[in-house]
C-alpha cells in the first residue's frame, strides 16, 4: 500500500497521500486538508511548502545541485549557449539546428521599440535604479501589445516569448544608457543576442570592437541565472500570473521581486560590501563577527541561501570563470582578492559551518560584471536579462497545467470583534 501521512485532530484521523517527483522529492499532498479537517497549515515564507509540480528545473540543495529540464549546469554552461537554453526551458527539449535558427530569427523579428516606450524611458531621471525602470518599461510594453498571450495556443506562446525576450535585452542596454545620458544604439540583427546586447550597452564610437571573451563570459553567466525553480521572483511570477494577468504584467513582478538585496539584488550588496569592507578597513574578522552579531543588521551578503545547504554549484562555476576572465583581460581586482579571503574565513567559521551557509550565486558574479565593464547598479539587471526564459516557463507551465489562482490564507491574530466608536467619543 502506498505510503499515507496521517494527522489527528480532535480524536479524528485523517490520511494524505505521498507525492514523489523524478528525483526523489517526497511531498505530502494537503489539498483537501482544510475541507476535511478545518485546519490549515502555516509556514512563513513557504519554507516547507511546495507551491506546484514542476518539470523545468530540479535542484538537490543538500547535494548542490541543478538542472534544466534534466541537463546538469555544469553541462550547459561549458557546451550550450544562452539562446539554446531559453529554448531548452521554455519548449522542454534542446533545439535542432533548424529549431534553433527559427528560435533565433525569431526573436530578432522582435526588435522594433515603439517610440512612446523611448519616451517612458526618457521621462526617467538619470538616477533612477536600473530595475525600477526595467519593471515599468516591461509592463508598459503590454500597451503596445493588448492582445492577451493564450498560453494553451503553441505559436502564440512561443511568439509572445521570442517578442519579449527580444525587447528586454534592448530596454537592458538603453536603460544603461539613458542613466549614463548616452546615446541610444540601436539593435544589429547581423549580431547574435550577447554580442547585440554587448554593442548596444558599449558601443561610443566606430572603434567599438567585441569582446569575444566578454561575449562569452556573459553567454555563460546568463545560462546560470537562466532558472532557479520555485524561487521569489519566480513565485511572484506564477501567482501575478496566476490571477491570468498578462505575460508582460507577471514578468515585471518578476522584476520587482528580483530587485531586493535578499534575492537578485544580492549580486549589487555583494561589492557594494566588498568595497565597503575595503574602505572601512578594520580586518575580515571584524566584519564576519558582525554578521553573526544578532544584534547587527549586516549580513555576509552572497552568503547563504533557502535551499542549497552546500556549495551552489553556480557559485563554483562562476568563482572559476572570475580567475579566468579575469586573467584573460588582463584585470587585477583587489576586491576578488579580499572575496577570496572572505570566503576562505567564513566557511572555517562555526557559525557558518552550523548553519550551512556558503557562498552563493552571487557572492562572485559582479566580479565578473565589473571585470566585464559592467556598472554595480546593472547587476541586477543582468541576473533579470539571464532568469527571463525561465520566468516566461514558468508562467507558461503554470498557465498550461491550469494552475488555481494563487491565494493563500492566514492565522489571524488581531482585534477580536469590537463596535465602532464615533470619533469624539475616542
Ligand atoms: N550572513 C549571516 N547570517 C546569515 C546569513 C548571512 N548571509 N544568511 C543566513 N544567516 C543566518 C540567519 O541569521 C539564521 O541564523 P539563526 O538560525 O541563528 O537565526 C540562519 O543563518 C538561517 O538563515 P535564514 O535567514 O533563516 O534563511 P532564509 O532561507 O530565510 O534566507 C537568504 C536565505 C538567502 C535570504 C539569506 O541567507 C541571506 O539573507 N543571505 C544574504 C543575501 C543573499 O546573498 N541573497 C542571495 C541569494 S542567492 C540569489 C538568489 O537566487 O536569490
Known sequence: MADKVKITYKDQEFEYPIVEGTMGDVSVDISKLRGESGLITLDPGYKNTGSCESKITFLDGEKGKLMYR?????????????????YLLLEGELPTARQLERWEKTIKSYTYVNDRVRKILNAFPSNAHPMGVLATLTSSLTAFNPKAVD??????????AARLISKMDILAAWTYRKSNELELNEPDSNLSYIENFYQMMFKNNDKFELNQTIISALDKLLILHADHEQNCSASAVRLV???????FASISAGISALWGPLHGGANQAVIEMLERIQSDG?????????AKNKDDEFRLMGFGHRVYKNMDPRAKIIKKAADDVLGQLGVEDEILDLARDLEA???KDEYFIERKLYPNVDFY??????????????FTVMFALGRLPGWI?????????FQPIGRPRQVYTGAQTRNYVPIDER
Open 345 to 347: 574565513i567564513a566557511l
Open 365 to 378: 558574479s559582479g566580479i565578473i560584471y565589473r571585470a566585464l565593464g559592467i556598472p554595480n547598479e546593472m
Open 151 to 160: 498560453p494553451n495556443k503553441e505559436e502564440d506562446m512561443y511568439h509572445a
Open 282 to 290: 578594520g580586518g575580515l574578522q571584524k566584519w564576519v563577527d558582525k
Open 70 to 86: 534534466g541537463y546538469p549546469i555544469e553541462q550547459l554552461a561549458e557546451k550550450s549557449s544562452f539562446i539554446e537554453v531559453m
Open 241 to 247: 500570473g496566476s490571477s491570468h494577468a498578462g505575460l
Open 393 to 401: 516557463s514558468q508562467w507558461k507551465e503554470m498557465r498550461q497545467t
